[in-house]
């Protein structure tokens, strides 16, 4: 469906791709992925203009337009996320969350993507006031949304119970949260509950049979399974698996036998498949094979090579993810032995980031653009957004900035029959257009 934002173009008092409709350029601008939005505002006022307005943003949400992002939050940021556009290979700083808990260092949250929003949830707060250095710090229920068509932060409904080191997954367009830890319950907390993004409410979920504190969440098969990170402690040693048909927990013979797993596990949208890192003086990666039950790797994380040291080197606290069916490892830090063999060395804060396809083997990695700014070393926090897949494949843009050397466009989708498309070239000083809309079959 077309929207008609007839007085916002008039207010442009120009054609925003001269020889188009104005109706027909806006879809155009709105395809482009959100990496490109500094150079495309660069274009002219008009474009500046355009897409800086509320109504741009409300009708790339009626679209449904929010594009691919990876968002990340690393020890060195100072609880400022950065956000990755991988069809733009571009990487771009988030507006600052404007917390309560902003002066301190959050850390045990989670992390979590759903109806084209990015949510921040609960978690610990550090205190960090030199005069009482020993205080505890403040466990929060507080949750945050990031709007991608805004760009902006809000506060919503916060949950029932404050808890920090939680399971967390997207299951059926709902976030589950259960488990974790707070200073009530340090030993673990049974208590669940469930946020309906479109209605902004949570609900409570009936408690787990076990206590789970430092849990993982996976969303598989449509069912939320909180799997414990406490391995080898007897009273914390299974899976609780909620069922939504019924309503109703069970606990499974413990399916995470990972004492030092990283991070947390992947699902890989598509084929129900698992992955995570294990860290066991080497970084495996590993998939699980759901007939058998059983674990087996598929590669290993790369040794990152530094341009000044001759040895490649082992990272360590880095991030794991998944985008667009690949798996993403991003940061770290990794220990630079001098090589006198004095035994003293540096710990070196990483902003590399490697990407492969977990289905070509063996696998392959490669690096794309690294993080910017501050966004280096150990990462607190990482998760990526998807956009639904749309039918609208009615035209391809291709724009290029001849005075700064920039290409970007749409990509192509093959299910389209090319050889039915006529082109219009469109010119706006040093920027070039070709548009290409279906002829009449």
Known sequence: MIVNYSCVLESLHQAIIPGLPD????????????????????VSKTWRDLIRSSEYANYKARERLCGNWLFVLTECSNNEWVAYDPEADRWHPLPKIPSVHAEGKQYGFSCISVCSRFFVIGGSYSRDNPAFPHQRPLV??????????KKQWTNVASMITPRSHFACSVVSGKIYVAGGRNLSCTRGLALAEVYDPVADKWEELPPMPHAQMD????????????????????????????????????TME????????????????????????????????KTRDTEKGEW??????????????????????????????????????????????????????????????????????????PMIGSARGTVIGCASMEEESSCDQGFILSFHSIKQGHNLALRRDTSINYKHFKNHVSHRGDNAYLLGVPEEQ
């Open 23 to 42: 109706d027909l350029a806006l879809r155009c601008l709105a395809k482009l992925s959100h990496g490109y939005r500094g150079l495309v505002e660069s």
């Open 140 to 149: 929060t229920n507080e949750v945050m949304q990031f709007d991608p068509f």
């Open 215 to 250: 849990c993982l969440g996976l969303s598989y098969k449509g069912k939320f399974h909180v799997l414990s990170d406490q391995v080898g402690l007897p009273d914390q040693n299974t899976s609780e698996v909620f069922s939504l048909s019924d309503g109703t927990w069970c």
């Open 254 to 285: 413990d399916v995470w036998p990972f004492p030092r797993a990283m991070q947390f596990a992947v699902q890989v949208i598509g084929d129900n498949r698992v992955y995570t890192v294990v860290d066991w003086g080497e970084s495996f990666i």
């Open 296 to 369: 087996y790797n598929i590669g290993s994380v790369p040794s990152v090579v530094l341009p000044d040291h001759c040895r490649q080197l082992e990272a360590f606290g880095y991030g794991f993810t998944a985008l667009q069916n690949e798996l993403y490892v991003l940061g770290g830090k990794a220990l630079k032995w001098e090589q006198s063999g004095a035994g003293r060395f540096d710990i070196v804060k990483l902003d590399v980031v490697r990407v492969c396809n977990p289905l070509v083997k063996p696998l392959k990695w490669r690096e794309t653009r």
